[in-house]
């Protein structure tokens, strides 16, 4: 079995993925484009086999409600942090241990949801194999970074660009090499 990382992040239009006061209303949009499709992506999210997160994400999903139902899911943190979900495990240390030895094996669809810091790392040591970009139609002026300095340059192939009718673009990118 070969397993797929996927960095999945909706972002505003300037580059950030949550603002300073960690509101969420920025992700409704009022927006209409015609000519976009409408799709509950229940497909996409019912192949999908294990998510990781950091614990910030994790703590503010809590609050927010659950939005990983009964999937497995793995939370790095280096706190003793108490156990809510049967189906999460906490796991902290080496990244390229986790996806080579705990993940891999097991998951073929794993995804990486966030936030910041997490995507940043995962990506400078290269464990992401694909970047799905939801694209919202706002600008925000400040907030947290969804790139920071993620080391080296590296190009990506754009496997699917898909608009939808509230003006979200999905963008999906793949390394060169994983995209045969
Ligand atoms: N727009 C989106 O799609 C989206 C997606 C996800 C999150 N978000 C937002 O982004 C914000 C959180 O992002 P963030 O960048 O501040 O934090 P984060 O990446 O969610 O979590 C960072 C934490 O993860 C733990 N961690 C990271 N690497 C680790 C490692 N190798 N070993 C052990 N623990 C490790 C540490 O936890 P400890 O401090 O516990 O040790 C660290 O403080 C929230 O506002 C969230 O809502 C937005």
Request: hydrophobic content about 35%; aromatic content about 10%.
């Amino acid at each position: 079995m070969r397993s797929t990382v996927t960095l999945h992040v909706v972002s505003s239009l300037d580059g950030f993925i949550a603002k300073k006061d960690n509101s969420v209303s920025w992700m409704d949009s009022s927006d209409v484009y015609e000519r976009g499709v409408t799709d509950d992506g229940a497909e996409v999210i019912q192949s999908i086999d294990c998510y990781v997160l950091g614990s910030r994400t994790y703590e503010h999903a809590l609050q927010l409600g659950w939005p990983y139902g009964d999937t497995p899911t793995v939370v790095m943190t280096n706190r003793e942090l108490p156990s809510t979900r049967k189906r999460v495990e906490f796991y902290s240390g080496d990244l390229k241990r986790l996806v080579g030895e705990i993940l891999a094996p097991r998951y073929e669809n794993i995804w990486l949801v966030g936030g910041a810091m997490l995507g940043q790392s995962f990506l400078r040591l290269g464990l992401v194999d694909e970047i799905r970009l939801m694209i919202a139609p706002v600008t925000l002026g400040d907030g947290l970074h969804l790139f920071g300095d993620s080391g080296t340059e590296q190009k990506w192939h754009l496997k699917n660009v898909v608009a939808y009718k509230n003006g979200f673009v999905e963008l999906l990118y793949s390394r060169p090499e994983c995209s045969s």
